[in-house]
């Protein structure tokens, strides 16, 4: 029976028998999300720093999702700055930068993350940063990354819950085009 037939059947038994307490436990259970339900997992905090900064040359770049015109947007030295008294696309990331990056790599779509993280990051593809940045979804961007390579490893090890600290130095360092 669906939540919905299980309320309305909880109702009508609750008001039929003027709500004795074990059937009104017992309904109250059936109504909306359980408090699992409503528990999200959230990538390790520590260590996003590097993953951050490996996403800053192929995604944080001022063309990209460093602009503000974007709807997931990016902060650091290489895009937009969340201050507005710091230069865009000049200087280093600020601790305010990253945790904001932090939060829209997050909030990007929360359910599914939690599902990814707590599958330990296996099949990391069902969220779309992963998708768009292998190019297995439309992405205006192109292709940003393959498995395993280093932007693609210092991701998909975060969301394993490792920090892949070498693969996300290494794709800091590299200067963002598409991959053929």
Not at 136 to 148: A, I, S, Y
Request: aromatic share 4%; hydrophobic share 40%; glycine share 10%.
């Amino acid at each position: 029976m669906s939540v919905r037939g299980r309320t309305l059947w909880c109702v009508l038994v609750v008001a039929a028998l003027s709500a004795p307490p074990l059937i009104l436990s017992a309904c109250l259970g059936e109504i909306g999300p359980t408090k699992a339900d409503l528990e999200l997992r959230v990538p390790m905090r520590d260590g996003f720093d590097r993953v951050a900064d490996a996403l800053q040359p192929s995604c944080g770049t001022l063309d990209c999702h460093g602009q503000a015109q974007r709807n997931w947007r990016l902060f650091g030295g290489r895009g937009l700055r969340l201050a507005s008294t710091n230069t865009p696309g000049e200087g280093k990331t600020t601790a305010e930068e990253y945790e904001a990056n932090y939060w829209a790599v997050v909030v990007i779509e929360p359910e599914i993350l939690s599902q990814v993280l707590a599958d330990k990051g296996r099949d990391p593809e069902r969220l779309i940063l992963i998708r768009k940045g292998r190019g297995t979804t439309r992405h205006k961007g192109g292709t940003l990354m393959r498995p395993n390579d280093p932007l693609d490893t210092c991701l998909t090890e975060w969301l394993k819950g490792n920090l892949a600290a070498d693969s996300c130095l290494a794709a800091a360092k590299i200067t963002a085009s598409p991959v053929p």
